[in-house]
């Protein structure tokens, strides 16, 4: 069993950065991998990015490849979202995501292939 919870979203101006955290309770957290996903008004939630337990592989959706960073700390149990350059259409709720697998999924963009999801945290990008 895995909880899951983020933090260090809030209101950014366009072009400004964020970084937010997830932190994950588990003794087994280094095992899983790793997501971002974030949910829009009205939109259905989409992947951003992935990473594996070992670190060695990440996976970034098209719309914030060279804006978003994903990390992860095993000895700290938290994944990270380094977000620079926003755009108001970044706003969302953002959510960390974990899959009991030392693996990818076989699709890692799906929402049915994480287990465990945390609570959100709204960022908002103004114009």
């Known amino acids: 069993q895995v909880r899951l919870v983020e933090s260090g979203g809030g209101l950014v101006q366009a072009g400004g950065s964020l970084r937010l955290s997830c932190a994950a309770s588990?003794?087994?957290?280094?095992?899983?991998?790793m997501a971002w996903f974030r949910q829009a008004p009205g939109k259905e939630r989409e992947f951003v990015a992935a990473?594996?337990?070992?670190?060695?592989?990440?996976y970034y959706a098209d719309s914030v490849k060279g804006r978003f960073t994903i990390s992860r700390d095993n000895a700290a149990n938290t994944v990270y979202l380094q977000m620079i350059s926003l755009k108001p259409e970044d706003t969302a709720v953002y959510y960390c995501?974990?899959?009991?697998?030392?693996?990818?999924?076989?699709?890692?963009?799906?929402?049915?292939?994480?287990?465990?999801w945390g609570q959100g945290t709204q960022v908002t990008v103004s114009s």
């Open positions: 990473i594996s337990w070992s670190r060695s592989s990440t």
């Open positions: 995501a974990a899959a009991p697998l030392g693996r990818a999924p076989t699709v890692v963009t799906g929402t049915t292939s994480y287990n465990y």
């Open positions: 588990g003794r087994t957290f280094s095992m899983y991998f």
